[in-house]
């Protein structure tokens, strides 16, 4: 599966118009988040646990948006708005892809949020969503900590 994506400038050539566009579309990002109750916990887990299929319409008008932009604006257009050219981006699944969205998944019902939905919640005043963000930056710590040793360790059996 192949997906077409603007390509990121390098952070030296960001321009202030690049940066407006992100910091607006965080902003609005977050907003949704917490206009759609994904900031609460207790709202994605009663989701989780088929109890409110609220979220699935906000997921699922989500996923419209998104197939658009990334299907029909390239096509329309001969390069982004901000700058930049389209690249064809080809997806390899592995089995740390597999293992890894396990934990998140499994991290995800546990807690009843994912990174995004718990910073936007800090910004509503759920302190206690500090856990789940610990508890990302502590995985990403181990990943990043573990992955040279299994990058050697592939080498060694192909070699």
């Known amino acids: 599966m192949s997906t077409v994506h603007a390509a990121a400038a390098p ?4 321009t202030p118009l690049a940066i407006i566009a992100v910091v607006t579309a965080g902003a609005l990002f977050g907003f949704g ?3 759609s109750g994904m900031v609460r916990p207790e709202v994605v887990l009663s989701f989780l646990q088929f109890r409110d299929w609220g979220l699935m319409l906000v997921m699922g008008g989500a996923l419209v948006v998104a197939l658009a932009a990334y ?5 329309a257009s ?7 050219a389209f690249e064809a981006h080809t997806a390899r699944m592995h089995r740390d892809t597999f293992v890894g969205s396990a934990l998140f998944g ?3 019902g546990l807690s009843g949020a994912c990174p995004g939905p718990a910073i936007a919640g800090l910004g ?3 302190w206690q969503l500090l856990w789940v963000l610990v508890g990302a930056l502590a995985g990403a710590w181990l990943q990043g900590a573990t992955a040279p040793v299994a990058a050697s360790r592939a080498a060694v059996q192909e070699g």
Do not use: F, I, K, S
């Not at 299907?71 to 096509?75: A, G, I, K, T």
């Open 11 to 14: 952070a030296e050539r960001q």
């Open 33 to 35: 988040l917490a206009h």
């Open 71 to 75: 299907q029909l604006y390239p096509r």
């Open 78 to 84: 001969a390069r982004p708005v901000l700058g930049g």
């Open 106 to 108: 499994v991290g995800w």
């Open 124 to 126: 509503t005043g759920n």
